[in-house]
């Protein structure tokens, strides 16, 4: 007979597993049901798909700073053979940050004059301090090749292009935007060691501030208030910086075109045939996600999640009582 019981008992059919830790089962506390894992397996959940215009017009960031990197090469190459007066650089480029700062002015309501002078005094301190130290500046690399200051340059200018916060924010690790503008800065030191006198030098400085560190927070913010201003921003850099390299190289010039049609539309529709082949599985295995985008609940609808894992609210009153608990644990301990 007891053989028999024994044989009963184990021939006896599991119960199906249920999610919960309370109720006394024959089951590990890690066990997990093969057959219901992959059930609550989601793909791409959190996953945006992107339109083909909206990623080229997101993209006119990058040919906009492209040019703006460009252009302050083409000026340097202009000083440097001296057939651009630094005069003439320092007048059209505090036109343009007049012109700039007047267009924040205004579209930010800005009026009272002590707000205007606080926010440009950084500014001119930046400014007397680079005119006072041009002097520094201009003998600063004396002993370094030239070479050596340019391929110094191209590596600065290619980290500033590479970290530069294009509007994707800084939640991306390679996004940083105090490298990308001290990368700005130190090329434009190298650069401007290497003009014929402390005048060169310090309009060069002042155009690498105004085009690489300045320009970007302005584009930022008239690209907030209109999405469409970026678009005429890239145009017209992007045509002044063909027309100044048109004059020094013609190959350059055709390669900054092609260069410039792969970012704005090649590169754009790669990442929109791309888009079909991702492939994020979300699960229980996930670290939950605090959902802020939803409604507050009201204090009926707060809970905990019903025991059988299906993830409606459960009432607090629904829940077994310890004493309901205990007498289940006996009497299924003792069955």
């Not at 480029?93 to 800005?110: D, F, Q």
């Not at 002993?143 to 200051?149: E, F, G, H, L």
């Not at 400085?205 to 209109?226: E, K, N, Q």
Request: hydrophobic letters at 40%; aromatic letters at 10%; charged letters at 15%.
């Amino acid at each position: 007979m007891a053989g028999r019981r024994r044989q009963s008992t184990s021939t006896r059919p599991r119960p199906p597993w249920s999610k919960v830790l309370y109720e006394r089962q024959p089951f590990p506390d890690n066990y997990v049901d093969s057959d219901k894992f992959l059930d609550e397996m989601h793909r791409n959940v959190y996953t945006r798909t992107y339109n083909y215009w909206e990623i080229c017009l997101a993209s006119c960031s990058i040919s906009h700073q492209l040019s703006s990197v460009l252009l302050f090469v083409v000026s340097f190459c202009y000083m440097s053979e001296e057939a651009l007066d630094p005069s003439t650089l320092m007048a059209v480029t505090l036109s343009i940050a007049v012109l700039g700062y007047t267009t924040h002015a205004m579209r930010s309501g800005r009026s009272d004059v002590s707000s205007c002078v606080a926010e440009l005094k950084p500014t001119a301190l930046i400014l007397a301090y680079s005119y006072g130290m041009s002097p520094i500046m201009k003998t600063l690399t004396q002993s370094v090749s030239t070479d050596t200051i340019y391929s110094m340059t191209f590596l600065m200018l290619s980290t500033h292009l590479f970290v530069h916060d294009y509007g994707a924010g800084t939640d991306i690790p390679v996004v940083s935007p105090p490298i990308s503008m001290n990368a700005a800065v130190f090329a434009a030191v190298c650069l401007a060691s290497r003009l014929p006198s402390p005048w060169h030098t310090f309009a060069t400085l002042t155009l690498a501030m105004a085009l690489l560190v300045f320009l970007p927070v302005l584009r930022r913010l008239l690209s907030d208030h209109y999405p469409n201003s970026s678009i005429t921003l890239a145009t017209l850099f992007f045509l002044l910086a063909t027309v100044s390299l048109h004059t020094l190289s013609a190959v350059a010039t055709t390669c900054f075109v092609l260069l410039q049609l792969v970012v704005v539309f090649v590169c754009p529709h790669i990442y929109c045939h791309m888009q079909c082949y991702k492939n994020n599985i979300h699960g229980p295995w996930d670290e939950a996600l605090p959902d802020t985008t939803a409604a507050p609940q009201t204090p009926d609808e707060r809970g905990r999640m019903s025991p059988e894992g299906g993830g409606t609210p459960l009432c607090p009153d629904h829940l077994p009582t310890l004493e309901q608990v205990v007498e289940h644990t006996v009497v299924t301990s003792s069955g």
